[in-house]
């Protein structure tokens, strides 16, 4: 009995450890991070280590990118002060080796992982809200019902553009709504230890701690990974 406690202990540690530093299943990201030392301006932080290649954090910079043809400027355009929010937040979700306890499976045409319910610090998405609330938008949720007919996200018909206050009264509406819950927000504070930060300055990443934080919470996923590995380890200890 103590061997297979040990035994479970050590799967669990493993499946762990993955999750800490692993990159999702989706359209631009690398199959496992690592060093990428060319990493652009705003996605320079990550360059340590990280799950985007430098092609990808160039065009995150731009209006007219490849990376999913989306469109900034579908109400007007959007102030340089609102827009490097969604260049960092393209930054934080491409390259973010450490976002393995919120990746979730998704049928979708573009990806087989996404992220949900990712904690969020009070001062990033507060910040990212008041610089954004005098911005234009004609959207909720803007992962879904865009007009795509010319290849490019327009707004669907018998919408209007309106203030991001109005669409977006708080900034935890915004920060939960706009991509569909990908993020969640929190009152946790940055030196609190237990919320994702999108912004940091280059050097050691404070979020892999948090993502520690969180896995250790949630012992029950890796014993059930454990169970779903044990007889396969079984078998290999038995031969």
């Known amino acids: 009995m103590l061997g297979l406690t040990l035994l479970l202990a050590l799967v669990s540690t493993v499946v762990s450890q993955d999750k800490l530093n692993m990159c999702m299943d989706a359209k631009h990201h690398k ?7 060319l990493l652009y301006k705003q996605c320079s932080p990550w360059k340590s280590n990280a799950c985007c290649k430098a092609n990808t954090t160039e065009e995150a910079h731009k209006d007219d990118s490849y990376l ?9 355009i959007m102030t340089n002060s609102c827009k490097q929010h969604f260049i960092q937040d393209t930054c934080f979700y491409e390259c973010s080796p450490h976002l393995g306890p919120w990746i979730q499976p998704v049928d979708q045409s573009w990806r087989k992982e996404r992220i949900l319910d990712v904690p969020l610090c009070k001062e990033d998405c507060e910040t990212w809200w008041n610089d954004c609330k005098n911005d234009f938008t004609c959207k909720e949720d803007w992962h879904k019902g ?3 007919s010319t290849g490019r996200n327009r707004c669907p018909q018998g919408t209007m553009c309106k203030k991001f206050t109005d669409i977006f009264p708080t900034p935890q509406s915004m920060c939960e709504k706009i991509w569909s819950n990908s993020y969640k927000y929190t009152t946790y504070t940055r030196d609190s230890g ?5 912004w940091f300055s280059a050097g050691e990443n404070p979020n892999q701690k948090v993502a520690a934080y969180y896995l250790n919470r949630a012992p029950s996923q890796g014993l059930a990974a454990s169970f779903i590995l044990l007889p396969a ?4 200890l038995l031969l």
Request: charged letters at 15%; a negative charge; one cysteine or more.
């Open 31 to 37: 199959d496992t991070p690592g060093p990428e030392g």
């Open 68 to 76: 999913y043809n989306f469109n900034w400027n579908h109400c007007g």
């Open 146 to 148: 865009w007009d795509w």
């Open 194 to 198: 237990k919320c994702m930060q999108m």
């Open 233 to 236: 380890l079984l078998s290999v």
